[in-house]
């Protein structure tokens, strides 16, 4: 018979106002409990790397330095550049998160394998919900509602073509190569 290890408790002791933040959270249904809460936070933490915080508003995720900013930034930045042009600017972005993706996490981006672990990061990055359904990938939730930008950049990304069969979201794109 197999023994079992001892389970290792942990007690957090949380001020007033994290409390009642995470009550509230839990009341209002966004999360199921304390403990489910605290695991997401672990698994965001591992997925995200946040142990390469530098100090607050620099936040390196391997080689790359990470920024937040709200879409609706990026929407305006994006309405500057010509239209014709979205898919190379969306590649030229791919190109430059697939060297970052490779040396931090030490995957090839061109071997299919790896495309969950890849998806996985650009969710929890806040790209969207990235699905790989047969010989199509879609995207759920994008942060840019261009599709030409989300084509170049999985082309520059993955190394393959694709053809958009949608226009608005939830986009998909069928993998040629």
Excluded at 76 to 96: D, H, M, N, S, T
Aim: charged share 30%; aromatic share 12%; glycine share 6%.
């Amino acid at each position: 018979m197999e023994k079992k290890k001892p389970i290792k408790r942990t007690t957090i002791v949380l001020d007033e106002e994290e409390r009642k933040y995470i009550d509230s959270l839990i009341r209002e249904g966004k999360e199921p409990g304390i403990k489910p809460l605290i695991s997401k936070m672990l698994d965001v933490y591992r997925s995200m790397m946040i142990y390469d915080w530098r100090f607050p508003g620099e936040y390196y995720c391997g080689i790359s330095r990470i920024a937040f900013v709200n879409v609706e930034f990026i929407n305006i930045l994006l309405e500057y550049i010509p239209q014709e042009k979205w898919r190379e600017v969306g590649r030229q972005a791919g190109e430059a998160a697939k060297v970052s993706l490779e040396a931090s996490l030490n995957l090839q981006a061109n071997d299919r394998e790896h495309w969950k672990d890849i998806f996985k990061r650009l969710r929890v990055q806040g790209y969207g919900d990235f699905y790989m359904r047969d010989k199509y990938i879609i995207i759920k939730a994008p942060f840019i509602n261009k599709h030409e930008v989300w084509a170049g950049f999985l082309e520059g990304l993955l190394g393959v073509k694709l053809d958009p069969k949608s226009s608005s979201a939830p986009f998909v794109f069928e993998v040629l190569e």
